[in-house]
């Protein structure tokens, strides 16, 4: 928790105006602002947004810092998730170290705010949640992480996985993730009912991943409805990637979007052009927390993705046919403040009172920020300054 001025910036895009923050908090916004004996950057007339928030990645698994991985995994979810398993133990690949690379990767590109989901299996037990709750105390004050228990390799279909979702939920997981309840566990009932159990358990929410497309999604998606319905739990279950709600029988789908607004239940995306993905205009209309991340990158899955969450909003646009410049700041209102209110953080925002998060990134005009995507000029959380020239001050291991 620092103080800083940022001199001579334009808030979103807007008037010159300065950016005092004090004790890791924005104090003030306005001109000609002055504070005797804190520290001063010149922002040289760039445009300020807050701190980017990646919602959905996964901290523990990249392969940032090994020689490039030469893909050759089959295509089912399985041959992904099996191959994987065996390359991690080929490698002896340490999540600590893994995620302490990803994670300053990110803050150089002006992330403040992760949601990171890590594997918890049978095969590595509760090692990767360990190496990434270390990362979370090393980086505290460059960027701030929140821990999904996710049973990657499945739930029902590996007996002991609860238990170790049960005992990471104890040592400090924050929400409690699942999977694919009928694609991946071939058991939806019992899926959700264990991982309903361990949030009600804890007192923690869930993010859960679903990828199920079309009917499929729906009815885990009705599932999941019924469950928070049930238990009361309005507003503590995130859907992650959600693609049955960009199917296109529209009715069907402004149904469960409707639904979503209702129980309150936020949605992720990673916009990945390969998928149906919910509409951002819809969500928007309806009412839905929205928020985004980079997913895996540069891992066993794929080859693609870098964490740059300012890239990850042009990608954004780009999935969903926004062209105008009020739809694009719609976009960074995404990956910005829209995945902070997704981990119910609503003073995550460039105003008085808002927490001191502020990327001073290159261009005219917001637009021009998201699609050219330069290095950006300064990273700040919470006062204190992360990155600059798109270099992260501690250096990645
Ligand atoms: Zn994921």
Not at 13 to 41: F, H, Q
Not at 156 to 179: E, F, I, K, N
Not at 286 to 299: E, L, P, Q
């Amino acid at each position: 928790m620092s103080d800083l001025l940022i001199k001579n910036t334009r808030p979103m895009g807007s008037d010159p105006a300065d950016i005092l923050i004090r004790n890791g908090r924005i104090d003030a916004i306005g001109t000609d602002l002055a504070a005797v004996g804190i520290r001063v950057e010149d922002a040289g007339g760039r445009i300020a947004i807050p701190g980017l928030v990646d919602a959905h990645t996964h901290l523990d698994k990249s392969l940032l810092g090994y020689p490039w991985y030469k893909n050759e995994v089959g295509p089912r979810l399985i041959d992904k998730i099996d191959n994987e398993r065996s390359v991690k133990r080929e490698y002896g690949l340490d999540a600590h170290i893994q995620s302490m690379r990803q994670s300053l990767q990110s803050a150089s590109y002006g992330t403040t705010l992760i949601r990171s989901h890590v594997d918890i299996d049978t095969d590595q037990g509760l090692i990767a949640l360990e190496g990434v709750m270390e990362t979370r105390r090393q980086l505290a004050g460059i960027v701030e992480i929140e821990i999904v228990a996710f049973p990657q390799s499945g739930l029902m279909r590996r007996t002991g996985t609860a238990d170790l979702l049960d005992q990471a939920m104890a040592m400090g997981a924050d929400l409690v993730g699942g999977l694919d309840p009928c694609g991946m566990d071939r058991d939806p009932k019992g899926h959700l009912d264990t991982i309903f159990a361990l949030s009600q358990k804890h007192g923690k929410g869930i993010d859960i991943h679903l990828h199920e497309m079309a009917e499929l999604g729906a009815f885990s998606m009705e599932l999941i409805f019924e469950r928070i319905r049930a238990l009361g739990l309005q507003g503590k279950v995130a859907v992650s990637h959600a693609f049955c709600l960009g199917h296109s029988d529209w009715k069907a789908t402004q149904a469960m979007i409707d639904t979503c607004a209702d129980l309150d239940i936020p949605i992720l995306t990673t916009a990945p052009p390969s998928r149906e993905v919910p509409s951002l205009q819809r969500l928007k209309a309806a009412g839905v927390r929205f928020g985004a991340g980079v997913d895996g990158f540069r891992d066993t899955w794929g080859p693609y993705g870098n964490g740059d969450m300012l890239e990850r909003t042009m990608l954004l646009g780009m999935k969903n046919n926004l062209r105008r410049d009020d739809e694009l700041a719609d976009a960074l209102h995404v990956t910005t403040t829209g995945g902070a209110l997704v981990m119910d953080r609503p003073d995550h925002a460039l105003v008085p009172g808002g927490r001191g998060d502020v990327v001073l990134v290159e261009g005219e005009t917001l637009g021009e920020a998201i699609v050219t995507h330069l290095p950006r000029r300064l990273v700040v959380t919470a006062g204190n300054v992360a990155a600059r020239d798109g270099a992260s001050l501690m250096v990645r291991p």
